[in-house]
């Protein structure tokens, strides 16, 4: 090889190592912005802020914001008797090889009861989104187990699970409660967005007779496509190329590939009866992708209710007195209450 060959061949490494390097460093930044508990870059809303975990997603509607700004009023109050009111524990189980401690709180029903709630709560949040959820539950004679999902609240760990770990966590918390309170129990799912994903996985995977029900509000079907729909509304697009980035530092640092976690994929498999709840408005996640979902699960008890005006996470809100009867309506039909 000549000089001038030679030359060329070590720019191009030159370039190569250094691009190679940007690379790995870019994925390390973008993998830690989504994932880290830490990082801010992808929560730049305060929803525990809000009364009752009202969501600060846009609401085109002047009438349909103000009336779900008077619900959430109007619940908070009526939570933070409840929650004065009620017998509550603090609760804790550890899982992985790390021993991650979650972290969780039970609500008692004001009678004995075998009926149980597990609430899972959205991206970047904590249990206390879902206490407007408790008190649904409790008022219907549920005891309830409200979780904070690792890397949230007062759990462990320093990654966030994106519903994928998190599935595997509620499992746990279901393992934790038929320990605890007998093999007669019988358990129900409810989670939002990230925390709805959770217990769609979880009941796709449960080998648990007790886990009878599942509610899924404003479900993502799939995490690539929910985590490049995020990248858009955070960074400067192509989205595509900063998601393969991710992906990459996703699959060498927390051992999993997020385009094969994929809820959509897995309730396949999933008998539990199923609930569906979406917002016609979501701008967050389609209700495309709550379609996709309800004809994927392969449940023979399932119904997809979607609520008009509502946005991501909003039909509670919207008409909290039409959403418990739609959920326990159906809990009904599917024999489980």
């Known amino acids: 090889m000549d000089s001038a060959k030679k030359i060329g061949a070590g720019i191009a490494a030159s370039v190569g190592a250094v691009i190679g390097g940007g690379a790995v460093f870019s994925a390390g930044r973008l993998l830690d912005a989504a994932f880290d508990r830490n990082s801010t870059s992808f929560s730049r809303r305060a929803r525990t802020a809000q009364p009752c975990g009202l969501p600060s997603f846009p609401v085109e509607d002047p009438e349909v914001l103000a009336r779900m700004e008077g619900n959430a009023l109007a619940i908070e109050e009526r939570v933070q008797i409840w929650y004065r009111e009620c017998d509550s524990e603090r609760v804790s189980t550890t899982v992985g090889k790390g021993g991650i401690n979650l972290s969780g709180r039970i609500f008692f029903a004001a009678r004995p009861s075998r009926m149980w709630a597990i609430l899972a709560h959205s991206y970047r949040s904590t249990g206390r989104e879902m206490e407007k959820f408790a008190r649904m539950y409790s008022e219907r004679g549920f005891n309830v187990l409200n979780v904070d999902l690792r890397a949230h609240g007062e759990s462990g760990g320093t990654m966030i699970g994106m519903g994928w770990q998190d599935g595997q966590d509620i499992l746990e918390w279901v393992g934790y409660l038929t320990s605890r309170f007998g093999a007669d129990i019988s358990i129900v799912l409810h989670g939002q967005s990230m ?24 479900p993502f079907a799939s995490l690539r496509d929910i ?39 897995t309730i396949v498999s999933s008998r539990v009866p199923t609930l569906i709840v979406h917002g016609s408005n979501d701008d967050i996640v389609p209700s495309v992708e709550a379609a996709n979902l309800y004809y994927a699960c392969g449940a023979q008890s399932k119904r997809l209710h979607i609520v008009a005006d509502a946005g991501h996470m909003g039909a509670f809100f919207v008409d909290p007195d039409a959403y418990g009867d739609v959920v326990f309506d159906f809990f009904g039909k599917a024999g489980i209450v």
Not at 195 to 218: C, H, K, R, T
């Open 227 to 265: 985590a490049i729909r995020m990248i858009r509304r955070m960074f400067i697009p192509p989205a595509e190329p900063l998601y393969a980035v991710l992906r990459l530092a996703a699959r060498a640092r927390l051992g999993w590939d997020p385009s094969e976690c994929n809820p959509v994929d």
């Open 195 to 218: 925390g709805a994903a959770a217990v769609l996985n979880a009941s796709a995977w449960a080998q648990f007779p007790q886990v009878v029900g599942v509610v899924a509000d404003s």
